[in-house]
């Protein structure tokens, strides 16, 4: 159609500012779709614009001369009456923006450059922290909770199963995928679990590869093993078997905890305060930006690199930001001065969370294969994460779901299907 044969309606009872007439403008060459899927509405038998004035404009405004046929719709089938009752309904706008709710989940737009206006909010993202839950003695947790449940805790998903399973594994994740899967697998012989699958690492190890369809990044927390007073590099087998999976080898961090907590670290030969972080992952990816800068961003002489001709430019490789990426070594306490011991093989809330934050946005998966007393799950429901979580002792899953009503009085438990009182 050609776009002289619209005319604007007169009686418009909508305006529009010079700024909001530039972003409509942007919009329609941006994202041209938008106008078949809501065309121009007009009167045939005048050939004025019942509802699309302003695209009307907006497309003047570009110099087009004419349009696609799916861009307009004739509005054949109103009578008169309707017609005028038309342009009152197109131009009613009922409720208002959730502001907070478009910044979080549609981050990946200019939603300004969309036409909206936005005002100046500061949304500010979920943060974990420590729990107040102390753990019970495992020996005396009674529980219903059987091998090849299901448990629903609220968005949350756990299994009572085997992570070394690709059939557990496959019932757990039930269709979905997780940006990032964070645990610490049972140390061997290192430590006396209640669980009844081998604890030979040969074994362990297979859970990558059982979960490697179901998510994208790994990140293993494993502690020093000695034998003989000499270190045992038995986290080669972790290596070799992601490798086999498809995973990179991305990055080997450090968890400092600042002590070296059980005896057996403090009779090394250095006292171990630190813990390995393996990072593997099927490609590369830019972290988000989580850590506070310690030193206050200043305003210096801008950087320039040297042209091909000899000249200089300025750059902004280099310039700081006001959050900076999490590091290769995280400093944090192993119990943080609260005791819960009693699983043997625990980490704070701040572990999980500084790497779910750094890896992962919020609304996403996040699974654990070996959730133990449930640490990577609080951090998850903290941070608006959904974690996918794998225990195959029926005790620290009834572990787990005390943790969560404690840490959640709202949170809705069903176990297959059921509520669980």
Request: net charge negative; with cysteine; glycine share 6%.
């Amino acid at each position: 159609m050609k776009v002289s044969q619209l005319k604007l309606n007169k009686k418009n009872p909508r305006k529009i500012s010079p700024q909001q007439m530039e972003k409509l403008k942007a919009s329609i060459e941006k994202f041209p779709k938008m106008m078949s899927l809501r065309p121009i509405v007009y009167d045939p038998d005048t050939m004025e614009v019942l509802g699309g004035n302003q695209r009307l404009l907006a497309i003047r405004a570009l110099g087009m001369k004419e349009i696609p046929d799916d861009w307009v719709k004739s509005a054949d089938e109103l009578t008169e009456k309707e017609k005028r009752e038309f342009i009152i309904r197109d131009n009613i706008q009922a409720g208002d923006w959730d502001f907070e709710m478009l910044s979080a989940e549609f981050g990946e737009f200019d939603l300004d450059e969309l036409g909206l206006d936005m005002p100046e909010i500061n949304v500010t993202p979920p943060d974990a922290t420590e729990d107040d839950f102390d753990e019970p003695d495992i020996q005396t947790v009674q529980t219903d909770i059987k091998r090849g449940d299901i448990i629903e805790i609220g968005r949350h998903r756990l299994m009572c199963g085997d992570s070394t399973s690709e059939s557990d594994v496959a019932m757990l994740m039930n269709g979905q995928k997780a940006e990032l899967l964070f645990t610490s697998p049972p140390y061997s012989d290192m430590r006396t679990y209640t669980g009844e699958s081998s604890l030979d690492i040969s074994h362990i190890v297979t859970f990558i590869a059982a979960f490697s369809c179901f998510t994208e990044y790994q990140v293993i927390n494993l502690g020093i093993q000695r034998k003989n007073h000499e270190i045992n590099q038995y986290w080669d087998e972790y290596i070799s078997a992601a490798k086999k999976a498809g995973y990179k080898f991305l990055s080997w961090n450090v968890w400092a905890k600042q002590n070296a907590g059980s005896i057996g670290n403090q009779s090394a030969f250095f006292p171990i305060s630190h813990e390995w972080m393996f990072v593997f992952g099927k490609k590369f990816k830019d972290i988000n930006r989580t850590v506070e800068r310690k030193t206050e961003i200043t305003n210096r002489r801008k950087r320039c690199v040297r042209q091909a001709d000899g000249s200089m430019k300025p750059s902004s490789i280099g310039k700081q930001e006001e959050l900076k990426e999490m590091e290769s070594v995280f400093f944090a306490n192993s119990e943080l001065g609260r005791i819960r011991s009693e699983h043997p093989a625990t980490f704070p809330v701040v572990l999980p969370a500084e790497y779910i934050k750094a890896m992962t946005n919020q609304k996403d998966n996040v699974c654990d294969p070996f959730l133990g007393s449930g640490t990577t799950m609080v951090a998850c429901h903290q941070l608006d994460r959904v974690c996918y979580g794998m225990e195959i002792s029926k005790q620290y899953c009834q572990v787990i779901v005390d943790r969560m009503r404690k840490l959640d009085s709202t949170i809705e438990i069903k176990i297959n299907g059921e509520i669980y009182v």
